[in-house]
């Protein structure tokens, strides 16, 4: 039996570890996009007060 306790933990592993990779890769892009949009609305203003 302990061999079997022993598969589920490594698959169980393995799922974690793509689950919170994902969300991880996913909260990146989401702060990346934040910033471009701050950084895209920072440069319209400028643009605006230029003219």
């Known amino acids: 039996m302990g ?13 974690f570890a793509i689950i919170f990779g ?13 910033n471009d949009n701050k950084v895209n609305a920072s440069k319209f ?3 605006k007060l230029s003219q």
């Not at 061999?3 to 799922?15: G, N, R």
């Open 22 to 34: 994902r969300l991880g890769t996913m909260l990146r892009e989401q702060i990346e996009k934040a």
């Open 45 to 47: 203003k400028t643009n």
């Open 3 to 15: 061999e079997i306790h022993t598969f589920w933990f490594l698959v169980v592993a393995i799922v």
